[in-house]
T-cell receptor, first 109, second 115 residues
């Protein structure tokens, strides 16, 4: 069993739909990260969470420390949101990240 | 926001030659940088962790004499692929940890093709 599990692996949505990607982890963490990797390969850090909820535009990330679970929500999805979304756990300051397997999202018109 | 500049973005080289990839944190100090390799449709695979002024820590199975990492300053780390072979062809990406915010910022990646 991987230390960081993500679901679903693949997701297709129509434009405007509300999207949820889930992440469960089994390690003790200092922070949980949500990353976005576009087809060109570049990776953008979306959120770094250690508790509660964060919002940035149409993106919302939540974490439940007791249940070791985090979710990434995209409201009013758009084709430009099509990317691979990766959750990753850091276990200490400047520690290496443990990655989930990623969720490939395709948003169609 | 924090930016990591990675160069080159793509490179084609002949077998047996060496290629250097640079990662530079532009507006923050990065005590620690990470180097990853990624094959198509696969997860990022950590190759090594580099700390400014000290030797890099390599992951199991990564040849340190083949993948030379230098982290000479708080803003610059380099990865040199020595005596490149076609099987080294891959996407290489770096990440820098901000010593103040503890956030991780990724470079844009380098697509290496060895012919």
């Amino acid at each position: 069993k991987n230390e960081v599990e993500q679901s679903p692996q693949n997701l297709t949505a129509q434009e405007g739909e509300f999207i949820t990607i889930n992440c469960s982890y089994s390690v003790g963490i200092s922070a949980l990260h949500w990353l976005q990797q576009h087809p060109g390969g570049g990776i953008v850090s979306l959120f770094m969470l250690s508790s509660g909820k964060k919002k940035h535009g149409r993106l919302i990330a939540t974490i439940n420390i007791q249940e070791k679970h985090s979710s990434l929500h995209i409201t009013a999805s758009h084709p430009r949101d099509s990317a691979v979304y990766i959750c990753a756990a850091s276990t200490g300051t400047a520690s290496k990240l443990t990655f989930g397997t990623g969720t490939r999202l395709q948003v169609t018109l | 926001g924090a930016v990591v500049s990675q160069h080159p973005s793509w490179v084609i080289c002949k077998s047996g030659t060496s290629v250097k990839i640079e990662c530079r944190s532009l507006d923050f100090q990065a005590t620690t940088m990470f180097w990853y390799r990624q094959f198509p449709k696969q997860s990022l695979m950590l190759m090594a962790t580099s700390n400014e002024g000290s030797k890099a820590t390599y992951e199991q199975g990564v040849e340190k004499d083949k993948f030379l990492i230098n982290h000479a300053s708080l803003t610059l780390s380099t990865l040199t692929v020595t005596s490149a072979h076609p099987e080294d062809s891959s996407f290489y990406i770096c990440s820098a940890n901000d010593r103040v915010s503890y956030g991780y910022t990724f470079g844009s990646g380098t697509r290496l093709t060895v012919v």
